[in-house]
Every structure is written in C-alpha cells, then in structure tokens.
C-alpha cells in the first residue's frame, strides 16, 4: 500500500487538508488526526523527522505555519517521502506562487486534484510537475 | 496565478474558510461548522441552485468533514455533481464522493453508471477524473462493470490516461485478484510503454505481483535493471529530475524490486551487481533524495546474493549515515545497520560509538530504531546490558502499544539468552512489574515452571536457593501498590508452593501477606483464586509436617466470605480448603504433596484400587458392571455410582467430569516425551483460552486442588532454548525463536559459505560470532569473555550441541560498570570531532546568509509602509540565499539539508525548474505584498491572531 494517508495540519493542530487511502470511519480520523499531530507538534527540529506510531511511520516536514504529515507502512523508504513532501510543495508553489496555508485553503480542491496525480492507490505515481498540473491548468482554461 | 479569494468564490465561503482559519480553539471551530452545517442543510436542498454555487456547497461540504463532523445529509448533491457537463465541477464532484464514501456505501451504486459514461468520454480530462474515481470507489462486485472499459483504455493515445488505467488495474487486482488474475499479463507489457510516467506507474502493481510470487517474474529481471541502467544514465526526461538525480522515485522502486527479486538467487544478483554499484558511484549524498536512493540501494545489497564489493560500499554509507548530525540520516543509518550486519555483521563494531549515542538521544524515534537494532544483535555476552536497557526504557514510556512490543522483546531475549536463572526471574519480575498486564499469560506460566524446576535434579541447594530468593524478593514486592493481575499470579502462586519451605517465614507469615493480597485485590477473581489455593497448600504443608495449624482471623473472615461468593470457582476453593484442613497428616501429605508440581500425575485408568471395594460389593450380590458399550437401555448409573465413591473417599468433590483427564493426559503423552520436564501446573481453571482444548471443561473438579493436576498442554519451553512449541503459542515469536535458536546451534563455522535468503537463520550465525566482539566492546569492559556453559543451565543441558552459547556470568558490579563505560563513551566520539567535518560542510556560507538578509530587509523597504513582518518572504529568497537561515526557521535542520543542494546546484543551471521559474517571478515580493493587500480587503487582518496563516510555505 505504501502511503496511508496525507495530512496538512497548521501549527494549532487543524487540519487544513487530509486524504486517506484507507477507509476510516469519520470518528478514527479524528482520534488518528488528533494523536498523531499531537505527537508530531510536540517534536523539535533536531529530532527526526519520522515518527512511529503503532504499526505504521509518519513522515513530517515543516513549512512555515504548515506541517506535512505522510503515514506510510514501515517499509517504505522515509527520505523519499521527506522529498515527496518537498515536491508536493514545490508543485503547489509552482502553481499558486508563494504557496501558503490560506491558498490551499481557498483552493482545497486544487491542492486535492494535484495530490490525484501524484498519489493513487496509496503508491506515488507522477512526480513531473509538469504533468501533475497541466490537468489543473487545462480545467482553468476551460472554465 | 491570483490565490485569495479567487475571482469566483462567494464572499460567503471567503467569510467561512476565513473564519476556520482564524478559529482560535477547536471549540470555536467546532462551533463555527456546527453553524456550517445548520446553513448548508438549509441551503443545498433549494431548487436551481447555480452550478458554480452548488460546487461551493459542496467544497463546504469537505471542509465539515475534514474538520471531524458529519455531512452525510450532502452526499447525494455531491453525487448528483459528478453528472455535470463541466469538467471542473464533475471533478469536484467526483472528488467530493470520493473523499465522503467507502467503496461499499449504498450511493455507489448511482455513480457507476456516471462513471461508466464518463470512461468512454471523447475528452480524456472526463476520462482520467472518472478513473481516479475508478480507484477508490470500485469494490468487488461493480469491478465487471467497468473493467472492459478500463482495460480498452490501457491502450489510450493519452499517457495521462494509460497511467491512470494501469493504477485503476491495481486497484482491481488489490480487491479481487482472482477477478483479474487473467490480466495482469498487462502489467509487464505496460512496463514497456513509452511514456515513462506511465512505466514509473507500472512497477507499482509489478512490486506487488512480485512480492507475492517471485518466481514468476524472474525473466523481468534483465529488463528492470536495463530500465535501471538507462534511468541512471539520465535517458529518461529531465522533468522527472529531483535536484539533478535522474527520476528518483522510479530508481527506488526499481531497487525495491530487485531486491525481491534477487533474494537468494545468486544468478539473478549477479545481473544486478553493475548497476547498483553505478547508483552507489554516482548518487549526490549531499541531498536528500540522494541520500533516499543510496539507502534503498543499501536495501538492495543487502536483500540480494551478497557482493563483496557492494557491501563496502553500503558499509561506506552506512558510515557517512551515522557520522551526520542529521537525525534523519542517523535513523536511516541504524535501519542500514539492522539489514547489513546480517550479512556483514563486523561493520557493526566500526559504529559502536555512533550506536550508543543514538541511544542515549532525546530523541525517541532514535532510541526506538537503536532498540531494534539491539533487539537483533543480542546473544547471550550482552543480554543483560540490553535487556536492562529495554526495561528502563519500557519504564519511560507510556505508549502502551510499543510498550508491550518491548516487554515481549524483552521476554523473548531473556528467554533466549538469559545466563543465570537467578538474573532470568529478576529480569521477568521487572517486566511483570511494569507491564504486566501487557505481556502473555503464558510467560507467567513459564516463570512458575521455571521456580518449579528450579536449575535441575542435580543440583538441589540452588533449587532452594533460588526459591528462596524468589520468596523474598515477592514478599518485598507485595509492599508495592497496585501490582499487574498476571503478576500477583504469579508471586500467589510461587507463595504457596514455597512460602514455607525454607522454614524462614512462618506459615502465619505467609498467610497473612497472602490474606492481604486477597483484600486488597478484592475485585480480581483470579488473583484471589490463586490466593485461596496457595492458602491452602501453606495450610497443607503445616498439616503434613505435623505441626498445628492455626488459621489467622483475616484468613477466617477470608474464608467464609469466599464460602458465600458468587463466584463458583472461589466457593469451591473455600470448600476444599475447609475440607483440606480437617483431613489427617497421611490425607494431606497425599493429596497436597510438597513442591510436586512437577511431578507427573500417574492416573490408574483402570481403577484398580477399587478392586477390592469392588469384590465386596459384588460379594454382598451388587450387579457387575457392564461397560458401556456392552449396555443397553441401561442407565448407566453403576457408572457414575463408583467415581462417587472413590471421590468420596478421597475428598468429597464433584464428581462428574472424573474420566475427562484421562483422554488429555493421553494425547500429551508425546509432547511430555519431547520435552520431559515441561509441565505446567495449571493453577487456574478461569482461562478460558487455556483450557479450550483441552477438551476439560471441568478441570477444578477432578483433583480437588488444582495445583496437583498437572498440564502438558500449551507448555512451551520457555525457559532456555525452545524445543517444542505447541501450536497454541503464538506463532510469531514462536518462530523467531526457532531461528535464533537454531542459528545459535549452528555455530559460527557455516559463516561464509551461507547465502543471503530470507532463510534469515545462516545471517544470524555470523552474527552471533561477530557480535560476541562487538557487543563486548560495545558495552565496555569485560570483552574478552571466558566461555563457559552456564552450570546448572537446564536449557543448556537440553541439548549438549547447543553449549556452544556461552554464558558470561556478570557480576551486578561488572554489570554496573559496564553501563559506566558505556555512558562514558558518547563523550568520547565528540571528542573525536568526526561529525564535524560534516558539520562544516552542511553549514550556510555565512556571506550567502548576509546576502540573503540584505535582500529581503530592501525588499522589505522597498516596499512602501507594509510592515515588514507581513512580507511573506518568497520562494525565490530560499533558492537563492538560502532564507531558512536567515529567519532561522525553527526547522533549519531540515531546510538546510534541503536548500543546500539548491545552493551547490545553482552554478549548474541544468534541470533546475527553480532557477527559470525564480526568473520568471522576480517581482516576486509585490506578488505577496499584493496577496497581503487582497486580505486585508477581505477584512482578514494578518496581525492579528494567526499572522503565520500568510506566511508563505517555503519562506
């Protein structure tokens, strides 16, 4: 499977954006979301930026006001995730400029059309900037 | 691109999203979506609502559910977007659905037929939407619906699209793999596809087939590591770069693969070998996603048929790993360390320092990762450093998910390794004690056998010795408060049997602490079942040594309370108490014989004992008996009649169940051969899960005290090696322990002739020798161990070929001053100033730093009157100067490490998007200033309280 589930959590602890590629019930979200940010938030920048938490990782990078959290399986390699990460920025900076937590709240739809591309099945399927966002650009056009 | 506000949002959503960002609480947040929601549930169901309105609702729709509370009452209008003309509110439908339903939620069904429409729509925008949805909302039975489709658009002139059909196949074959068992084919002809987007995409569903049935795939092996070879070789599109490695994620999970595929297949490695030593010769270790590929090639090289050469190379990284400040690095070295030392295990000792500091770090991610890694290098020199270790730090956390996984490692070693019995039940004490109510029931029950059976017949002074130090210990324990259930078992138990028995304490001594447990533990059933009982075998062995017994008040008030409990078990227990205490010295000394818990329990299946009873009775004109299967319409009372009173005469019990033990002890009879001492006593008949299958459903009643029934069933050997494990043990650890075990047997001469299999069992021998010297050197002092077979080692006289295992008895002191070295040695490494190098070279070019510094300050002033706090600094600064120094981001560790390569990267222009794209927003401090100038109109005032909201991700 890979990757479980990708979460945007701003410096508070609210959740900004989330994608599950596992079925969870509304209530396990919450107790997830609120565990493991928990947990995530607590750390500091030395530390490692993995986390177990029972039989998966989270991966997590900061930017700015805005933490990244990736649950993978344990076998999943963690700096390629870091660096997902980092792409998935990149890519929404390329697209908004100057990303920022409001933009990916304005445009929740947008940041979750560009994680379709990237992401299926919990597997990471395209990383060329380009084409995760010429979808995105040609529905802009269009409408 | 215009980000605030959008030139199409409602200020109503602005007001929304606004608010939701400004929430200060979650209480505040949840009162705002709770209005959200009252305002929703009023608005979508109103007719005519614009399609650029409804796509609004239904975004508010998601952000209800991303916030935690339920918006089910709008499903149906998301479904309904997803028949839209327009792409981009059909995507937002399709989009919405799929985040609000699980592939079996009724409204499915209303979809399929859209998406089946939409699969076979003319603008492939239409057709990769309904594909996404494909991926997460097709469940078993609609799988026919759509896989004709799906598979027609494999094919598809569109990359976009195949790659998005070739995902929607792996999804299928996730569900159902039978129901597309005859399509997978597909995948390896997709694997050849000329787009390598939608090649990168097929080696997802390849790893999967792959590691479910290797052999079938190894004819791929030559083409994967040609895609390998040109991917390396930088064939494939630059767009596919990360700061200048060629296609990253594509080398992993080729590297993934030919892991898999070359575990234990000496042909298929050799084909491997070149091109991983390429990778490892050219991948950038000074970024992040270099440093990715070079740990998954370590994973390679270890998983495949081992190659000198590659393996010191993976050595080399594994070094520079350790050596980094980086924590993420450090943890990704320990991992490497983990998977080479199984092959190569002398480069463990290389790192002892680096390992050690790893566990003495804050860092709690480290530490666990460093536990791992002690977890798989232990034997029996340097079980009791790291065993210690584990239970201190089991001890420190809370988490009770790992902490179990910790106390059953802990176990399990001790199990393994442990070189003195005395150290073994210490070592369990300490678990009990802190997580015992995590840890299986069946340790305990291994921790009793093992006081039972003491270190052999041999050797009976330090049975009691033992014993007696276990007694000591306990009563000194019982002082604590609220103590694990599986724990007060256990030292109940170990009380009765040898309370007594060294005549230190008095019976009435014993008695009473035993009293105290029942009355303090007055809720747990089981803890005062095991109370009652060794009551009763103190009162017992008083009665047998002919010494008078005097029942202490609590024990009475005790008693009758249990006399009247509504707990059968506990009222029989009294009963058989009270009846015990009345019997004569030669009734109790033989139904209560001392520490015979072990003994077998011979059963006289032909009851020959009655047979002069019998005699009698048919001398006095009784009717023979008939068995059973002779008889006919007869009641078979007669039957019934002679166990009653044969229980009569010996204790007055129940008596139905009397003839089940005899078919249980039968079946056993081999296991006991197998494992000769292995008898548990079975203390307790409330296990439901211990008793099971056995096939007793009555085992309180057959013997009157429990204690004197002995069980072979469910007996693991526990203690020592293992050697027989019936299937009722878990069988995880079960077989871990078989490895170790046997790897432990094999000694250390098959060392260089073993392959690297998943057979993990060869791996372990060169570790077990090359270990001895690491760890002797790892945790200080006594490296040069004398070795020799622990005296009285049960476990070890078991099976003589396995003496092998040497025990190095340690002192406390040694042990002690052990640990004082180890915690003196970090310093050391600091000393040796290694990680500075490192250090120095990660750093920020303090000029570049100014650079940047002055940059933004004219930015900033440059910038008529906006305060400069509001500036979001841009991408641009990051790139260019390096701005997570600047603003000293907290998370420098992590930007540096990132913006780094993008500093040595700038002089070579090649495949740097930023640099282009950095050209081309060069007025890029007005764009954020104009973001800014768009807020405050929105009336979002970011001074006030979330003023980090508008900072700019990458600033």
């Given at each position: 499977?890979?990757?479980?589930?990708?979460?945007?959590?701003?410096?508070?602890?609210?959740?900004?954006?989330?994608?599950?590629?596992?079925?969870?019930?509304?209530?396990?979200?919450?107790?997830?979301?609120?565990?493991?940010?928990?947990?995530?938030?607590?750390?500091?920048?030395?530390?490692?930026?993995?986390?177990?938490?029972?039989?998966?990782?989270?991966?997590?990078?900061?930017?700015?006001?805005?933490?990244?959290?990736?649950?993978?399986?344990?076998?999943?390699?963690?700096?390629?995730?870091?660096?997902?990460?980092?792409?998935?920025?990149?890519?929404?900076?390329?697209?908004?400029?100057?990303?920022?937590?409001?933009?990916?709240?304005?445009?929740?739809?947008?940041?979750?059309?560009?994680?379709?591309?990237?992401?299926?099945?919990?597997?990471?399927?395209?990383?060329?900037?380009?084409?995760?966002?010429?979808?995105?650009?040609?529905?802009?056009?269009?409408? | 691109?215009?980000?605030?506000?959008?030139?199409?949002?409602s200020k109503e959503f602005l007001d929304l999203v606004k608010s939701i960002g400004e929430a200060?609480?979650?209480?505040?947040?949840?009162?705002?979506?709770?209005?959200?929601?009252?305002?929703?549930?009023?608005?979508?169901?109103?007719?005519?609502?614009?399609?650029?309105?409804?796509?609004?609702?239904?975004?508010?729709?998601?952000?209800?559910?991303?916030?935690?509370?339920?918006?089910?009452?709008?499903?149906?209008?998301?479904?309904?977007?997803?028949?839209?003309?327009?792409?981009?509110?059909?995507?937002?439908?399709?989009?919405?659905?799929?985040?609000?339903?699980?592939?079996?939620?009724?409204?499915?069904?209303?979809?399929?037929?859209?998406?089946?429409?939409?699969?076979?729509?003319?603008?492939?925008?239409?057709?990769?939407?309904?594909?996404?949805?494909?991926?997460?909302?097709?469940?078993?039975?609609?799988?026919?619906?759509?896989?004709?489709?799906?598979?027609?658009?494999?094919?598809?002139?569109?990359?976009?699209?195949?790659?998005?059909?070739?995902?929607?196949?792996?999804?299928?074959?996730?569900?159902?793999?039978?129901?597309?068992?005859?399509?997978?084919?597909?995948?390896?002809?997709?694997?050849?596809?000329?787009?390598?987007?939608?090649?990168?995409?097929?080696?997802?569903?390849?790893?999967?087939?792959?590691?479910?049935?290797?052999?079938?795939?190894?004819?791929?092996?030559?083409?994967?590591?040609?895609?390998?070879?040109?991917?390396?070789?930088?064939?494939?599109?630059?767009?596919?770069?990360?700061?200048?490695?060629?296609?990253?994620?594509?080398?992993?999970?080729?590297?993934?693969?030919?892991?898999?595929?070359?575990?234990?297949?000496?042909?298929?490695?050799?084909?491997?070998?070149?091109?991983?030593?390429?990778?490892?010769?050219?991948?950038?270790?000074?970024?992040?996603?270099?440093?990715?590929?070079?740990?998954?090639?370590?994973?390679?090289?270890?998983?495949?048929?081992?190659?000198?050469?590659?393996?010191?190379?993976?050595?080399?990284?594994?070094?520079?790993?350790?050596?980094?400040?980086?924590?993420?690095?450090?943890?990704?070295?320990?991992?490497?360390?983990?998977?080479?030392?199984?092959?190569?295990?002398?480069?463990?000792?290389?790192?002892?320092?680096?390992?050690?500091?790893?566990?003495?770090?804050?860092?709690?991610?480290?530490?666990?990762?460093?536990?791992?890694?002690?977890?798989?290098?232990?034997?029996?020199?340097?079980?009791?450093?790291?065993?210690?270790?584990?239970?201190?730090?089991?001890?420190?956390?809370?988490?009770?998910?790992?902490?179990?996984?910790?106390?059953?490692?802990?176990?399990?070693?001790?199990?393994?390794?442990a070189p003195s019995n005395q150290w073994f039940i210490q070592t369990m004490n300490r678990v009990?004690?802190?997580?015992?109510?995590?840890?299986?029931?069946?340790?305990?029950?291994?921790?009793?056998?093992?006081?039972?059976?003491?270190?052999?017949?041999?050797?009976?002074?330090?049975?009691?010795?033992?014993?007696?130090?276990?007694?000591?210990?306990?009563?000194?324990?019982?002082?604590?408060?609220?103590?694990?259930?599986?724990?007060?078992?256990?030292?109940?138990?170990?009380?009765?049997?040898?309370?007594?028995?060294?005549?230190?304490?008095?019976?009435?001594?014993?008695?009473?602490?035993?009293?105290?447990?029942?009355?303090?533990?007055?809720?747990?059933?089981?803890?005062?079942?095991?109370?009652?009982?060794?009551?009763?075998?103190?009162?017992?062995?008083?009665?047998?040594?002919?010494?008078?017994?005097?029942?202490?008040?609590?024990?009475?008030?005790?008693?009758?309370?249990?006399?009247?409990?509504?707990?059968?078990?506990?009222?029989?227990?009294?009963?058989?108490?009270?009846?015990?205490?009345?019997?004569?010295?030669?009734?109790?000394?033989?139904?209560?014989?001392?520490?015979?818990?072990?003994?077998?329990?011979?059963?006289?299946?032909?009851?020959?004992?009655?047979?002069?009873?019998?005699?009698?009775?048919?001398?006095?004109?009784?009717?023979?008996?008939?068995?059973?299967?002779?008889?006919?319409?007869?009641?078979?009372?007669?039957?019934?009649?002679?166990?009653?009173?044969?229980?009569?005469?010996?204790?007055?019990?129940?008596?139905?169940?009397?003839?089940?033990?005899?078919?249980?002890?039968?079946?056993?009879?081999?296991?006991?051969?197998?494992?000769?001492?292995?008898?548990?006593?079975?203390?307790?008949?409330?296990?439901?899960?211990?008793?099971?299958?056995?096939?007793?459903?009555?085992?309180?009643?057959?013997?009157?005290?429990?204690?004197?029934?002995?069980?072979?069933?469910?007996?693991?050997?526990?203690?020592?090696?293992?050697?027989?494990?019936?299937?009722?043990?878990?069988?995880?650890?079960?077989?871990?322990?078989?490895?170790?075990?046997?790897?432990?047997?094999?000694?250390?001469?098959?060392?260089?002739?073993?392959?690297?299999?998943?057979?993990?069992?060869?791996?372990?021998?060169?570790?077990?020798?090359?270990?001895?010297?690491?760890?002797?050197?790892?945790?200080?002092?006594?490296?040069?161990?004398?070795?020799?077979?622990?005296?009285?080692?049960?476990?070890?006289?078991?099976?003589?070929?396995?003496?092998?295992?040497?025990?190095?008895?340690?002192?406390?002191?040694?042990?002690?001053?052990?640990?004082?070295?180890?915690?003196?040695?970090?310093?050391?490494?600091?000393?040796?100033?290694?990680?500075?190098?490192?250090?120095?070279?990660?750093?920020?070019?303090?000029?570049?730093?100014?650079?940047?510094?002055?940059?933004?300050?004219?930015?900033?002033?440059?910038?008529?009157?906006?305060?400069?706090?509001?500036?979001?600094?841009?991408?641009?600064?990051?790139?260019?100067?390096?701005?997570?120094?600047?603003?000293?981001?907290?998370?420098?560790?992590?930007?540096?490490?990132?913006?780094?390569?993008?500093?040595?990267?700038?002089?070579?222009?090649?495949?740097?998007?930023?640099?282009?794209?950095?050209?081309?927003?060069?007025?890029?401090?007005?764009?954020?200033?104009?973001?800014?100038?768009?807020?405050?109109?929105?009336?979002?005032?970011?001074?006030?309280?979330?003023?980090?909201?508008?900072?700019?991700?990458?600033?």
């Open positions: 499977m890979g990757i479980r589930f990708i979460l945007m959590v701003n410096k508070q602890g609210q959740t900004r954006l989330a994608q599950y590629y596992e079925w969870l019930t509304l209530e396990e979200r919450r107790a997830l979301e609120g565990e493991i940010v928990r947990k995530c938030l607590a750390r500091n920048e030395q530390q490692c930026s993995f986390v177990e938490h029972r039989n998966y990782k989270i991966v997590y990078r900061r930017y700015a006001s805005l933490f990244f959290l990736v649950g993978v399986d344990n076998d999943e390699n963690e700096l390629a995730i870091l660096e997902f990460i980092h792409l998935l920025v990149e890519t929404m900076d390329r697209h908004f400029g100057n990303v920022c937590e409001l933009d990916i709240m304005f445009h929740l739809e947008k940041a979750h059309f560009m994680l379709e591309e990237m992401v299926m099945n919990g597997s990471i399927v395209e990383t060329s900037k380009a084409n995760i966002l010429s979808p995105i650009q040609l529905m802009d056009k269009a409408s | 691109m215009g980000s605030q506000g959008g030139f199409y949002q200060r609480s979650k209480a505040e947040e949840d009162r705002i979506v709770l209005n959200e929601i009252e305002t929703l549930k009023r608005r979508i169901s109103e007719p005519d609502i614009p399609k650029r309105k409804m796509k609004e609702y239904i975004i508010r729709l998601v952000y209800i559910e991303m916030l935690g509370h339920d918006a089910s009452f709008g499903y149906i209008h998301a479904v309904k977007m997803t028949h839209d003309d327009s792409l981009l509110v059909k995507r937002t439908g399709y989009l919405a659905v799929t985040l609000f339903l699980n592939e079996d939620h009724d409204l499915i069904i209303l979809i399929v037929n859209t998406i089946q429409k939409d699969l076979k729509s003319d603008n492939y925008l239409v057709v990769c939407a309904a594909l996404n949805a494909v991926c997460k909302l097709i469940n078993e039975e609609t799988i026919p619906a759509v896989l004709p489709q799906v598979m027609e658009l494999l094919a598809h002139p569109k990359e976009a699209v195949r790659k998005k059909a070739i995902m929607a196949l792996h999804r299928f074959y996730q569900k159902s793999p039978s129901s597309v068992s005859h399509l997978v084919s597909n995948f390896r002809k997709r694997l050849c596809d000329n787009d390598p987007g939608v090649m990168g995409a097929t080696l997802c569903p390849l790893f999967e087939l792959i590691a479910r049935d290797v052999n079938s795939y190894k004819d791929l092996v030559i083409s994967f590591v040609s895609i390998l070879k040109q991917v390396a070789e930088r064939r494939l599109s630059k767009a596919y770069d990360c700061h200048q490695m060629p296609a990253p994620f594509i080398q992993i999970k080729l590297l993934k693969i030919l892991a898999l595929l070359g575990s234990g297949d000496k042909q298929a490695s050799e084909n491997m070998y070149t091109v991983v030593g390429d990778i490892f010769r050219k991948c950038d270790s000074s970024s992040n996603i270099g440093n990715a590929v070079l740990y998954e090639c370590i994973c390679c090289v270890s998983s495949i048929y081992p190659n000198p050469k590659l393996l010191e190379s993976a050595a080399d990284v594994i070094s520079r790993f350790l050596k980094s400040d980086s924590h993420n690095l450090k943890y990704m070295g320990i991992d490497a360390l983990g998977r080479l030392i199984k092959i190569s295990p002398e480069i463990a000792e290389q790192h002892q320092l680096a390992v050690i500091d790893c566990l003495e770090d804050p860092d709690d991610t480290l530490k666990r990762k460093t536990f791992e890694l002690l977890y798989k290098m232990t034997k029996s020199t340097n079980v009791e450093v790291i065993v210690d270790r584990m239970i201190d730090y089991m001890i420190s956390i809370s988490d009770n998910h790992y902490k179990t996984e910790i106390a059953s490692r802990c176990v399990e070693l001790a199990e393994q390794f009990f004690e802190h997580a015992g109510d995590l840890v299986n029931i069946k340790v305990a029950h291994s921790l009793m056998r093992l006081i039972a059976e003491g270190f052999g017949e041999d050797d009976d002074n330090a049975d009691s010795k033992l014993r007696s130090s276990a007694v000591e210990s306990y009563l000194r324990i019982l002082g604590e408060p609220k103590l694990p259930s599986v724990f007060l078992q256990v030292i109940c138990w170990v009380l009765g049997e040898y309370g007594t028995a060294d005549g230190m304490f008095s019976a009435s001594d014993i008695t009473g602490k035993l009293c105290d447990v029942a009355e303090a533990y007055s809720n747990d059933e089981t803890v005062k079942a095991y109370a009652t009982t060794a009551l009763m075998k103190i009162y017992a062995f008083e009665i047998a040594a002919r010494r008078k017994v005097d029942m202490l008040p609590e024990c009475q008030s005790l008693m009758e309370e249990l006399l009247a409990s509504h707990s059968t078990d506990l009222q029989q227990r009294a009963y058989e108490l009270q009846a015990v205490i009345g019997l004569d010295a030669h009734a109790v000394e033989c139904i209560m014989p001392s520490d015979a818990s072990c003994e077998d329990i011979e059963v006289d299946r032909d009851l020959s004992f009655l047979n002069d009873y019998i005699q009698e009775a048919i001398e006095k004109g009784a009717q023979p008996y008939i068995p059973e299967s002779e008889r006919s319409g007869m009641l078979n009372i007669s039957n019934f009649r002679n166990q009653d009173h044969h229980e009569a005469s010996s204790h007055g019990l129940r008596f139905e169940a009397y003839e089940l033990p005899k078919p249980a002890v039968q079946s056993r009879i081999p296991q006991a051969l197998i494992a000769s001492t292995e008898i548990v006593p079975v203390p307790e008949p409330m296990y439901p899960r211990e008793s099971y299958q056995t096939t007793m459903p009555s085992i309180p009643s057959d013997a009157g005290s429990a204690e004197l029934k002995l069980r072979l069933e469910g007996v693991q050997k526990k203690w020592g090696r293992p050697t027989y494990t019936p299937a009722t043990s878990t069988s995880n650890s079960t077989s871990q322990k078989t490895v170790n075990g046997t790897s432990q047997g094999d000694g250390a001469s098959t060392v260089s002739s073993m392959c690297e299999t998943y057979d993990s069992r060869k791996p372990q021998v060169e570790v077990s020798h090359e270990k001895q010297k690491l760890a002797a050197s790892l945790f200080g002092g006594s490296s040069k161990t004398e070795k020799r077979p622990a005296t009285g080692h049960k476990a070890a006289k078991a099976s003589s070929h396995m003496v092998e295992k040497s025990h190095v008895p340690k002192s406390s002191m040694e042990v002690a001053s052990d640990k004082a070295t180890s915690a003196q040695q970090p310093p050391d490494l600091l000393d040796l100033g290694e990680p500075t190098a490192t250090s120095t070279a990660l750093q920020l070019d303090p000029f570049k730093q100014l650079e940047g510094l002055l940059d933004t300050t004219e930015v900033a002033s440059a910038v008529n009157g906006a305060p400069a706090a509001s500036i979001s600094p841009d991408i641009m600064a990051l790139y260019v100067d390096t701005a997570a120094g600047i603003h000293n981001k907290n998370d420098a560790d992590l930007l540096s490490g990132l913006s780094n390569p993008s500093v040595t990267n700038m002089p070579g222009t090649t495949a740097m998007p930023q640099v282009t794209q950095s050209s081309s927003k060069r007025p890029n401090p007005k764009d954020s200033l104009e973001k800014d100038a768009l807020v405050r109109q929105m009336g979002v005032n970011p001074s006030s309280q979330n003023p980090n909201l508008f900072k700019d991700l990458l600033g």
